[in-house]
């Protein structure tokens, strides 16, 4: 069998005196037959150049499915008059969501199910389902869950379905007394709904022909969506719109949010008279939030801002509109620390936060006359991730929050702020006699050409050498301030328990140093995301964590541009590299403002059509257009067909020019998921059949494929 080879149909386009040829531009007709079959070529010629790893994808689809309790139940969650939880089921795709009544008000323990609760049967005495996933993905190849959210009387739920992958919901609505579905039928919508707090009616966020959410509508039940209120339309094409409702159910508030620059419009409900009223006007460069918090007996909103310094603060202001001038400090900006949200509770409010590229959590707890105390709840590892959710009630006395490190599982606790105890209440299950300590973590610091110390994550088999002999899967993302933080993974164990290690390179233009780190990994310093990823890659190789035959590197969406990036500026440092949903076309994105995002992306990327400096520097990374005659590393680019957000062309593309330009090995696999979106397949087992596939190539890339499992390999048998 040979490689598909893409016919070549040149087209050109000249911008800024530069004329671009392009071979493979009419790789985005997704309507033509002759695509379609093209990316039916790939997929055969990856699946014959990978037969060799069938027996491997099935060992570790065994494993995860070994490890994984599939018979299992989230910690239920409190709010109003139930605890919501949801279920899942051995040999099924999908969950279910349920609820029990609450039995004691007093009472902020969750209730905890019987050992070994069998699939067809209840998990909590008096257990209400409110949804069984999998009836409703019956008869489709795709399914997901936008979003589900109940009246306040507990008596009605809506709910959002995707069952195409391009992340266009219709929500319906479900009568919990009668299991009747109401007549009402939302279309086209993004995600879920926001209910108004009197059951009348609900809020919804549908997009514009890019993809742009941009309107907010009203729809109230009994009447048809031809009659829904528009609310709000968003005209500005740099932003975007979405709704939600305080934790005290007073305010509706509608976000219209640009990269750094935000906007507010508040209702408040407690009176009947009232409309969506701008908080603080928009202002080019001042990003803030709201939370509704009592302090002192004085109903405020703590606002989230960036209007002193770039790692934010929080201000306390009234809940009428105020401009920024009348918000006053309440935890002032602080260069070290990076304040990422803030939640309200009627005695307590808890502040999400980083320093040092570690995630904090930090209560400050409330009495009459104000805040009474200030601290941050501790753990003692080096290398974690703890943040808090779960927390829908506003009078809730605890704090639920989650814990983890990338040998450790997550682990969910309540912490009570009225006695200070911490309680676990659930870790999450890992079969087969699991032992965190087969496995050490480290903190190292890689050093980038400018001098700026960037932190690695690692973990490997305890014991490891530093010789170069340990392989090591380098992961990477660095764009939209989204911090890579620390995480356990059960899949990921089939990769350590044959001897390799992973690490994630927490490179700029992610939040993991603080906001200044993202402000130097975009626009015109986009070079830097890259440069440090190498610099890591570098780092693990100089110190002996390992070497080049033996370093494969993995990224998603943004992060498949950081990879196809580093494979032109540093082929040589690894045996392998893994793009998914890549944006390796990024300059011919971006050029495009009908394309879904672009125009909201300007300020992320910079705007190439409008500035020949933009134009040139892009054109300087972009990795589709940077493909050159050099012997490339293999590499596995994995899309899917239906992604809204990365079109499938991307990779298509690059995986064409690539074979055709390349020297030397050209090992290049391209994988399209013929009914799925951004996120890949739906449904668990789908999804560990599909990481499974990419980890077997990753092994193989690390010459482990015949490799056994280590010290966790005592596996139950599976049914």
Known sequence: MQPPVAARVPSEHTVHGHTVLDDYEWLREKDNPEVIAHLEAENAWTEDRTAHLADLRRSIFDEIKARTLETDLSVPARMRGHWYYSRSFEGKEYGASCRIAVSDPDDWTPPRPAEHAAADQPALPGEEVLLDLNELAAGHEFFSLGGSSVTNDEKLLAYAVDVVGDERYTVRVLDLATRELLDDEITGTLGGATWHPDGTAFFYTTVDESWRADKIWKHTLGTPQADDELVFHETDPRFWVGIGRSRSDRFLMIASGAK?????????????????????????????????????????????????????????????????????????????????????????????????????????????????????????????????????????????????????????????VRTRELTLLKQAPVLGGYDAAHYEEHRVWATAPDGVRVPISLVVPAGAPRDGSVPVLLYGYGAYEMSIDPYFSIARLSMLDRGAGFAIAHVRGGGEMGRHWYDDGKLMHKQNTFSDFIACARHLIDDGWTSPDRLVAEGGSAGGLLIGAVANQAPELFAGLVAQVPFVDALTSMLDSTLPLTVVEYEEWGNPEADPAVYDYMRGYSPYDNVAAVDYPPILAETSLNDTRVLYVEAAKWVARLRATATGRRDFLLRTEMSAGHGGVSGRYKSWTDRAFSLAWILDRMNLAETGTGPSADFPEGP
């Open 260 to 416: 750094t620059t935000a906007e507010y419009r508040v209702l408040d409900t407690a009176d009947p008279d009232a409309d969506f009223a701008v908080y603080a006007e928009r202002e080019d460069g001042v990003d803030y939030g709201l939370e509704h918090a009592v302090i002192g007996g004085n109903d405020v909103f703590l606002v989230l801002h960036n209007a002193n310094g770039p790692n934010f603060e929080i201000g306390r202001a009234p809940v009428t509109p105020t401009p920024k001038a009348g918000w006053e400090p309440l935890i002032a900006h602080d260069e070290a620390v990076r304040v990422e949200d803030v939640d309200a509770f009627a005695g307590h409010l808890v502040v999400h936060q980083r320093s040092e590229g570690l995630t904090q959590l930090r209560i400050l707890e409330l009495d009459a006359a104000g805040i009474s105390d200030d601290y941050r709840v501790r753990f003692e590892d080096a290398v974690y991730t703890i943040g808090s959710g779960g927390n829908p009630e506003f009078h809730q006395p605890v704090v639920r929050l989650g814990y983890t490190t990338m040998a450790k599982p997550a682990a969910i606790h309540n912490y009570d």
